[in-house]
């Protein structure tokens, strides 16, 4: 198309065009300045030029970017023995956009010194000129030349580029002052030395490479053109720079190759540029183009690009359409944390305006239907050209925060009633024990032991058994608040939590309609039914108790109590609290058994105290300081206790060591776990894991240590 002058060719430039000019340095960023180049040349020269081609590569750097490199002489329709003996160079890279291979970068390098004029872009001109010129100098100096090697060698030392000749086994027999100046090595510093010497082992192997490759391929010796290739090269200060290596071998009249000459052109700043430029190139396709995620451009105006990836995300048609848009306009107007979307985007764009990245969760909306979707975002800052951007890199992940929260769900939920299990239900009344204690409220603990249920799944099976639990499940949910929690503790039991409650006659009245509720009639298939009580056993906060564990067992008593007066029934416990004097600790020392090591017996005591302490603290509503310091005080001593059961397990040889510390471990890490959430109301939940833990512990653990011990000893 160029050596035609067909206008055609000014559609295959990229729209992210850049690329050098034929007869200037500088480089040209705007495709429509570089159409209008083209063109400007086409019109300066309207006649075709030959293009003599003396070598040319293609190099695929990954499947959608290929550079082409080309050795050319040019000849123009006139007389010129200038231009058309010197050699150019060009380099173009293509990139596939679409389903179109387009240019994205040219640089053409042609050895002539003559500046373009009066918007010439051949210098013609100065070509004809210099054409005249030369002709008058060679037929004056022709006759000197052939006399005078001496001023060969003036012309050709006097260059920039490094002029060298070598055997045919590649060691050097001759380069100019050049390499000095370019490489730093004097002459006698490398001729008789092997060419390798001066490139690195990534050069070497480039080199290695290429001559096999021409080996292989080689063309008659009266058609052999030049080898070109570009290859770091090593300085004598330890730099590397870049060459242009143009060779060509020199043969016997028989065509055996005898050894090789050729020019090296210094291009390490050309070089770096092109690296640049497909490194950039590259990094952009893989992260923009061929991302499955959705990828948006932002600067300070709002969004500028996207992906197509990010236009069906957010149900938009068109670059332009997405332009209108600030991130807060693609978000609901409060983020699930509860804050609002605007704050809270420009608080993760200004922490990866500052720390180069940052990633977040966030809720987006479609534009087209308002449907929102959550997002895992990767936000980076960076800089090009001068100009601050951002990049979100974005993926839906609303399928799997799904399956996480259900999964989540089904961890703290029955599967069959879908009610919170035992576990949530602990936490359920913690949070709600902390809340009374603050706002000085009462609450109300229920136990609920279906009566007649086990005929049911004698007569009906286990099936009919599930129907019969779901329907209670629902019925029990319907007649209680919102705010007060039903839970399955396993089998046919139940539990609720009402809160606040200002009075037993609260309790009461909750309890008279979970009992008519609870009675009316079961379908449990097409023909059967059935029917079941309930038996209910009440606990008040604080009247019967403040700890989970004794609201627990005074419940369950009183549930008991309903069973032996006739079932169907409930019972608010009186007279739990009769048991327990006013200044009576949590935890009695008499509960805790001793060992018989003085040593760990004192430490239990000592943690025993501790939790009552902390109970205490948390009953009285000390600051929330303060029992983060006894909980620190007391996981504290609880890992200096461990420490000493461990050196008596060592000192001792103890078998069950290792197991004995997994334990251990195993607590901690399940302390650290809940003491995030001690201070939002989990303190309980803490409380009595620890005190359970203990009481289990000693008796199943730390007693078979002593008996050992003393075994031991006894020896």
């Known amino acids: 198309m160029y050596s035609s002058r067909d206008d055609l060719l000014t559609t295959r430039f990229s729209e992210n065009f850049s690329g050098y000019t034929g007869s200037g340095d500088f480089l040209v960023k705007d495709t429509g300045a570089w159409i ?91 070509l004809l000129e210099q054409n005249s010129a030369l002709a008058a100098l060679v037929e004056k100096r022709t006759h000197a030349l052939h006399e005078s090697e001496a001023l060969y060698r ?73 080898i070109t290739f570009e290859v770091e090269h090593r300085c004598k200060d330890g730099r590397l720079i870049w060459g242009e290596v143009f060779s060509k071998p020199d043969r016997d009249t028989q065509g055996v190759i005898t050894g090789y000459h050729g020019i090296t052109r210094e291009i390490t700043k050309r070089k770096l540029t092109e690296l640049a430029l497909i490194r950039s190139e590259t990094k952009f396709r893989t992260l923009f183009d061929t991302t499955a995620d959705a990828v948006l451009m932002l ?37 699930p944390c509860g804050t609002d979307s605007l704050s809270l985007a420009k608080q993760y764009i200004d922490t990866a305006t500052q720390n180069g990245s940052e990633r977040f969760v966030w809720v987006h ?65 913690s949070q709600a024990i902390s809340q009374a204690r603050r706002r000085d409220e009462g609450i109300a603990l229920l136990f609920l032991d279906l009566d007649g249920f086990k005929p049911i799944n004698d007569s009906y099976g286990h099936e009919a058994g599930d129907v019969v639990l779901k329907v209670i499940a629902k019925r029990l949910q319907e007649c209680v608040r919102d705010m007060d929690t039903v839970a399955r503790m396993g089998g046919d039991e139940f539990a609720i939590i009402s809160t606040p409650v200002k009075s037993r006659t609260d309790a009461e009245i909750v309890a008279r309609k979970i009992i008519d509720s609870v009675a009316e009639v079961i379908q449990i298939g097409p023909i059967h039914s059935c029917v079941v009580g309930v038996s209910i056993g009440i606990a008040l906060y604080p009247d019967n108790g403040a700890e989970i564990d004794i609201l627990m067992s005074v419940a369950d008593a009183a549930m008991y109590e309903s069973k032996a007066a006739g079932k169907n029934t409930f019972t608010i416990s009186k007279s739990v609290n009769s048991h327990y004097e006013p200044d009576e600790p949590w935890i009695r020392p008499d509960e ?5 090591l003085q040593i760990v017996d004192e430490q239990h005591v000592k943690i025993v105290r501790m939790l ?23 996981i504290s001593f609880t890992e200096y206790h461990f420490e000493t059961e ?3 397990m060592r000192e001792c040889g103890y078998p069950e060591e290792v197991e004995h510390q997994n334990v251990h471990e195993h607590l901690l890490h399940e302390v650290h776990y809940l003491k995030a959430r001690f201070a939002q109301g989990g303190e309980l939940v803490l409380l009595q894991r620890l005190k359970d833990w203990f009481a289990l512990h000693i008796v199943s653990s730390d007693k078979a240590l002593a008996e050992y011990i003393q075994q031991q000893s006894a020896k």
């Open 612 to 634: 009552n302490m902390l109970n205490e603290a948390i009953k009285h509503n000390k600051p929330a300081t303060q029992l983060l310091q006894l909980l620190e005080e007391l």
């Open 646 to 648: 461990e050196r008596l």
């Open 365 to 429: 909306k479609r534009v087209d239907s308002g449907k929102t979707f959550i997002c895992d975002i990767l936000l980076s800052s960076m800089v090009i050209d001068g100009r601050s951007l951002l990049q979100a890199t974005l993926r839906d992940i609303s399928k799997q925060k799904e399956i996480e929260d259900r999964i989540g769900f089904m961890a703290n939920h029955d599967r069959l009633t879908e009610l919170p299990n035992r576990e949530l239900f602990y936490d359920r009344l």
């Open 592 to 596: 805790i058994p001793t060992l018989g």
């Open 36 to 126: 209008k180049i083209t063109r400007q040349d086409f019109s300066q020269v309207p006649g075709r030029i030959r293009l003599e081609i003396l070598d040319r590569s293609l190099q695929e750097l990954s499947h959608d970017i290929v550079v082409a490199t080309a050795f050319f002489h040019i000849h123009l329709p006139m007389v010129d023995t200038t231009l058309s003996n010197e050699v150019a160079r060009l380099v173009l890279i293509f990139r596939l956009e679409q389903e179109d291979w387009k240019i994205v970068h040219s640089g053409i390098s042609i050895p002539y010194q003559h500046a373009a004029k009066n918007g010439e872009v051949y210098p013609l001109k100065s």
């Open 154 to 226: 003036q012309l050709s030392e006097d260059s920039l580029d490094v002029h060298w000749k070598m055997d045919a086994n590649l060691y050097m027999t001759y380069i100019s002052p050049s390499d000095e100046h370019l490489r730093g090595f004097k002459a006698e510093e490398v001729i008789g030395h092997h060419a390798f010497e001066m490139f690195t082992d990534e050069g070497i192997e480039v080199v290695k490479k290429i001559m096999h490759q021409r080996a292989v391929s080689e063309i008659p010796a009266a058609k052999f053109g030049f």
């Open 299 to 335: 600067d300070e105006n709002g969004f500028f690009d996207g992906n197509k990836a990010a236009l069906k995300l957010f149900g938009l048609k068109s670059i332009e359409e997405l332009s209108n848009y600030q991130p807060a306009d693609l978000s609901p107007p409060i983020q």
